[in-house]
C-alpha cells in the first residue's frame, strides 16, 4: 500500500513539470485548391495519416505518394525537435495535421510549425531542398546585458552554429542563464544543415541584439535563445503543451500563452498537492485504524 501512495503522490507531483508540446508558431497554405471529393483530396488524407503514424516511432520522415498524373504527385514530411519523446512527438504532429485540415481547408500544400513539431506537404518537390527563407523573427524585450552577458549569449548561439563535423540536425547549448535551441527539417544534408544553422545565428545576432529572447525561422532551420527569467526554450525546458484548446488564431501573436503556463503549472502543482495531501490523511487513517485493532 504505502510505496504505491508513494508512486502516486510522485507522479501527481512531477506532472507538471512534464511539459506538453503544441502552440502555434507560423503556418501557411498554397494559393491553389483542389477540388473536394477528387483523388488529390484522399491522396493528401493518407498522407497526413502516415505522418501522424511515423511520428510514433521517430522525430523525421518524408512520404511521397506517387500519382499517375505526375501532378498530382504530393510529397510530405515531418520534424519534431530532436528532444521530445516519441509520445510528445506523435502529439505534436497529430496536433499539427489536425490544424493543417483547419488552415488549409482542400489547399494543394501546406505548412505548419508548432512548439516542437513542423509538418509539411505540397505537389512541389521540396524534399532535400534547401530554403533559407525566412518565416518568422521574434525577439523578446531588450534588457541590459552587461558585455559578459552579451558575450555569453553570442558563445552560446555561436556554439549551435559551428559544426563540430558531426551530422547534428539538433542542437542545444548554454551558459549561465542563458540557453538555445537549434533544429534542421532532417531532408538537408549535414552541409546545408550547417549551412542554414550558421546563417540563422548570423542574422539572430544581428536582428535581436540585446533582447532576453529570440527566435528565427528559415523553412528548413530554426535557432531559439532566452535568458534565465525570460523565455526557457532549451533543452528540458521546451515549452511544450497538449491540454490546451485547439486552434490558435495565427494571426495573433502568441505571447500571451506564457503566463496562462505559468498558471497552468501552478494550478498543476496545487492539485497535485492537494491530491497527495488526501492520499497521505487516507493512509494514515489507515495505518491508524491497523494500530488501534493490535
Ligand atoms: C499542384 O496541384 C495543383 C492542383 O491540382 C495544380 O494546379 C498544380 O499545377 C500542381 N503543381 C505541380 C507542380 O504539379
Ligand atoms: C525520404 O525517406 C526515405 C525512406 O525513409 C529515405 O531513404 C530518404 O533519404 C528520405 N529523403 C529525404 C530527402 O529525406
Redesign the pocket.
Same mark, same amino acid.
Given at each position: 500500500m504505502a510505496p504505491l501512495i508513494f508512486l502516486l503522490t510522485i507522479t501527481l507531483l512531477t506532472t507538471p513539470a512534464i511539459s506538453s508540446v503544441g502552440s502555434f508558431v507560423y503556418g501557411g497554405c498554397s494559393q491553389i485548391k483542389y477540388t473536394p471529393g477528387c483523388p488529390y483530396e484522399s491522396n493528401v488524407n493518407s498522407l497526413l495519416t502516415s505522418l501522424v503514424n511515423s511520428a510514433t516511432l521517430t522525430v523525421y @520522415? @518524408?512520404f511521397t505518394i506517387k500519382s499517375p498524373t505526375s501532378q498530382d504527385t504530393l510529397y510530405g +514530411?515531418f520534424q519534431c525537435q530532436g528532444d521530445l519523446s516519441n509520445v510528445d512527438c506523435a502529439s505534436c504532429v497529430a496536433r499539427a495535421v489536425s490544424q493543417l485540415g483547419t488552415l488549409c481547408p482542400d489547399s494543394s500544400g501546406g505548412a505548419l510549425q508548432l512548439d516542437g513539431c513542423f509538418v509539411k506537404y505540397d505537389n512541389t518537390t521540396f +524534399?532535400?531542398v534547401e530554403d533559407k527563407t525566412e518565416v518568422l523573427k521574434k525577439c523578446g524585450p531588450l534588457i541590459a546585458y552587461d558585455s559578459d552577458g552579451l558575450n555569453r549569449r553570442d558563445g552560446v548561439l555561436d556554439y549551435l552554429g559551428t559544426s563540430d563535423g558531426s551530422y547534428k540536425p539538433f542542437r542545444v547549448g548554454g551558459s549561465g542563464d542563458v540557453s538555445a535551441v537549434a533544429q534542421c527539417v532532417?531532408?538537408l544534408s549535414a552541409s546545408e544543415c550547417q549551412d542554414c544553422l550558421s546563417e540563422v545565428v548570423g542574422r539572430l545576432k544581428t536582428y535581436c541584439g540585446a533582447a532576453a529572447s529570440g527566435d528565427l525561422y528559415l523553412a528548413k532551420c530554426y535557432v531559439r535563445f532566452s535568458k534565465a527569467g525570460a523565455h526557457s526554450y532549451g533543452g528540458n525546458d521546451l515549452k511544450v503543451k497538449t491540454q490546451k484548446g485547439e486552434s490558435h488564431n495565427p494571426a495573433v501573436d502568441d505571447d500571451d500563452d506564457d503566463d496562462d503556463d505559468e498558471e497552468e503549472k501552478t494550478l498543476a502543482i496545487l492539485v497535485g498537492l492537494i491530491a497527495a495531501v488526501a492520499l497521505l490523511i487516507v493512509f494514515l487513517t489507515f495505518l491508524k485504524k491497523r494500530l488501534w485493532k493490535r
Amino acid at each position: 500500500m504505502a510505496p504505491l501512495i508513494f508512486l502516486l503522490t510522485i507522479t501527481l507531483l512531477t506532472t507538471p513539470a512534464i511539459s506538453s508540446v503544441g502552440s502555434f508558431v507560423y503556418g501557411g497554405c498554397s494559393q491553389i485548391k483542389y477540388t473536394p471529393g477528387c483523388p488529390y483530396e484522399s491522396n493528401v488524407n493518407s498522407l497526413l495519416t502516415s505522418l501522424v503514424n511515423s511520428a510514433t516511432l521517430t522525430v523525421y @520522415n @518524408n512520404f511521397t505518394i506517387k500519382s499517375p498524373t505526375s501532378q498530382d504527385t504530393l510529397y510530405g +514530411l515531418f520534424q519534431c525537435q530532436g528532444d521530445l519523446s516519441n509520445v510528445d512527438c506523435a502529439s505534436c504532429v497529430a496536433r499539427a495535421v489536425s490544424q493543417l485540415g483547419t488552415l488549409c481547408p482542400d489547399s494543394s500544400g501546406g505548412a505548419l510549425q508548432l512548439d516542437g513539431c513542423f509538418v509539411k506537404y505540397d505537389n512541389t518537390t521540396f +524534399l532535400g531542398v534547401e530554403d533559407k527563407t525566412e518565416v518568422l523573427k521574434k525577439c523578446g524585450p531588450l534588457i541590459a546585458y552587461d558585455s559578459d552577458g552579451l558575450n555569453r549569449r553570442d558563445g552560446v548561439l555561436d556554439y549551435l552554429g559551428t559544426s563540430d563535423g558531426s551530422y547534428k540536425p539538433f542542437r542545444v547549448g548554454g551558459s549561465g542563464d542563458v540557453s538555445a535551441v537549434a533544429q534542421c527539417v532532417q531532408d538537408l544534408s549535414a552541409s546545408e544543415c550547417q549551412d542554414c544553422l550558421s546563417e540563422v545565428v548570423g542574422r539572430l545576432k544581428t536582428y535581436c541584439g540585446a533582447a532576453a529572447s529570440g527566435d528565427l525561422y528559415l523553412a528548413k532551420c530554426y535557432v531559439r535563445f532566452s535568458k534565465a527569467g525570460a523565455h526557457s526554450y532549451g533543452g528540458n525546458d521546451l515549452k511544450v503543451k497538449t491540454q490546451k484548446g485547439e486552434s490558435h488564431n495565427p494571426a495573433v501573436d502568441d505571447d500571451d500563452d506564457d503566463d496562462d503556463d505559468e498558471e497552468e503549472k501552478t494550478l498543476a502543482i496545487l492539485v497535485g498537492l492537494i491530491a497527495a495531501v488526501a492520499l497521505l490523511i487516507v493512509f494514515l487513517t489507515f495505518l491508524k485504524k491497523r494500530l488501534w485493532k493490535r
